[in-house]
Each structure stands twice: as C-alpha cells, then as structure tokens.
C-alpha cells in the first residue's frame, strides 16, 4: 500500500482522540461520557497498531491493543452498572444533577 | 491512486465523520449510532494495518458487547425523545479552546517527528503471532486479564443489583 504511512494512521488517531476529549469535556450524560472515553481508548488503539506495524516488531502492538479492547469492556460495564445504580437513587444520570455522594 | 489508497481515505473519513457525530449529535441515541459507526472504522483500519485478530476482537468486543450495553443503559435511564435531558452539552466554547490547543499540539509532535519506519512486514495472518506473545512474554498480563474480568464480572453484580436487607423488609 504505497502512500499511506505511519503518519496517515496517527492523524486519524489524533482526530478520533481530540473528538473523543470534547464529547468527555463537555457532555453532561453520564453514558455521553463513557461514549467519549470509547472514543479516546480507540484512538490510543490505533496508535498501538500502526506503531506495532511500522516499527517492525511483530505483533506487540497489537497484544496492547487487545489488552486495551478488554480493559475497555471491563470499564464499560462497571460504568455502566454505576450509572443504572446512579439513576436508581437520583432519577437522573446528569452529572451535575448527581453531586451527592449519600441519598 | 490505487483502490487500496481510496479505500483507507474512505474508512478513515467514515471513522472521523461518525466520531464528530457521537461528539456533537443532540440526541443520545443517534450518539450511540453514531459511536457503531466509529468502531466498524477503526476495525477496518485496523484490516489495513494487516492486524485482522484485533479488528475481529473489535467488531465482537466493542460492537458485540460495548455497544449493545450501552444502548442498553440508554434505553434503560432516558425519556428518550427528550433532547435537551438527553444529551444536554455545556461548556462548548471552553472545551472548543481546549481541545484545539491540544490537538494542535499533538498534530505538531505527529506531523514535525521523523518517525523511524522499518519496511514493511508481510501481511500474514496476525494470529499467529498474537498468540506467541500472549503465552510467551506476555503471559502474566493475560492470566491478570482473567482475574479482572471475574471481578468486573462479580463487581458489577454487586453494584446493579437491589440492596435487600434483613431488617428493612
């Protein structure tokens, strides 16, 4: 695939990340959160891939970025499972609405 | 320009075009969509980056499972149809500034870095590999994958479920 680089992948990467960072920054849904980290946690998995592939070493990129997909699906379910919680006590799930740590 | 070229250009606008929509869709489920979008994208970079067991782990972990729950939890928490309960934003042009500042940073450091690029490897089948090194040098981190996934497993029991005391029913 002559054309696309390194640098192709860390761009895209770069994007998804800075997309990612303003969905976490200014949502106020606490799912709307945990969808930016997805994005972020993307990002930084495209990054693992591409440096994997063009620095030459085999596969331990892509080791990473299955250890990072799994640490994802841990987070996502404990988050979650903390938001149902959340909306159970509060009615809501907007994190400014939710400043109480007892109900 | 070689189809291969044209494709990678369409998947990487298709991954960056739904990422601006889970960023900045008013309503939390086009968001959930629209995140769909996004990890069918990065799995097909992934394709074009010759790691096929990591893009089939994300179509099954992160579209399989990541999506379905979140969807889950949206449909479970919202008046849905209400857009400004559902996705409400705020701090728009702080964060704008923000993550302007950091993303030219950081495309400074991408674009300015030569960095070192060894010829490309063949584009083999990547299990194989992917499983030397995990029951090779990186044995330890995945036998700790299991023990965390059997505490989220028992973690997020433990939260969801209802509180059912003996002394208060």
């Known amino acids: 695939m002559e054309g696309i680089g390194l640098t192709h992948f860390l761009v895209v990467g770069l994007v998804v990340f800075a997309l990612g960072l303003y969905t976490v920054l200014t949502r106020r849904n606490a799912i709307g959160i945990l969808m930016g980290i997805e994005l972020i946690l993307n990002a930084a998995n495209i990054n693992y891939v591409a440096f994997g592939r063009y620095a030459g070493v085999a596969a331990d990129g892509q080791v990473f970025a299955i250890f990072v997909i799994m640490l994802a699906a841990a987070e996502a379910v404990i988050g979650l499972a903390v938001v149902l919680g959340i909306y159970q006590n509060f009615e809501s799930i907007d994190v400014e609405a939710t400043d109480a740590l007892r109900y | ?169």
């Not at chain 2, 069918?40 to 379905?68: E, K, N, R, S, T």
């Not at chain 2, 400074?108 to 992917?130: F, I």
């Open chain 2, 1 to 169: 320009m070689s189809l291969s070229v044209a494709l990678f250009y369409a998947f990487a606008a298709f991954t960056v075009v739904t990422a601006a929509g889970v960023a900045f869709s008013r309503n939390i489920v086009y968001s959930a969509f629209s995140l769909m979008g996004t990890l069918f994208g990065v799995a097909a970079l992934y394709v074009f980056l010759a790691a096929d067991f990591v893009a089939a782990a994300q179509v099954l972990v992160y579209i399989g499972g990541i999506l379905v729950l979140i969807l889950f939890a949206v449909m479970l928490t919202h008046r849905i149809a209400d857009v400004q309960v559902s996705n409400r934003s705020v701090g728009r042009l702080p964060a704008l500034v923000l993550v302007a500042g950091v993303a030219l940073v950081m495309g400074r450091a991408v674009l300015r870095t030569a960095w070192p690029v060894a010829p490309a490897l063949a584009e083999a089948p990547s299990t194989y590999a992917v499983g030397n090194q995990l029951l090779g040098p990186y044995v330890l981190p995945f036998e700790l994958a299991s023990f965390v996934l059997l505490s989220v497993l028992v973690g997020a029991i433990v939260v969801s479920r209802k509180e059912l005391r003996s002394g208060r029913d």
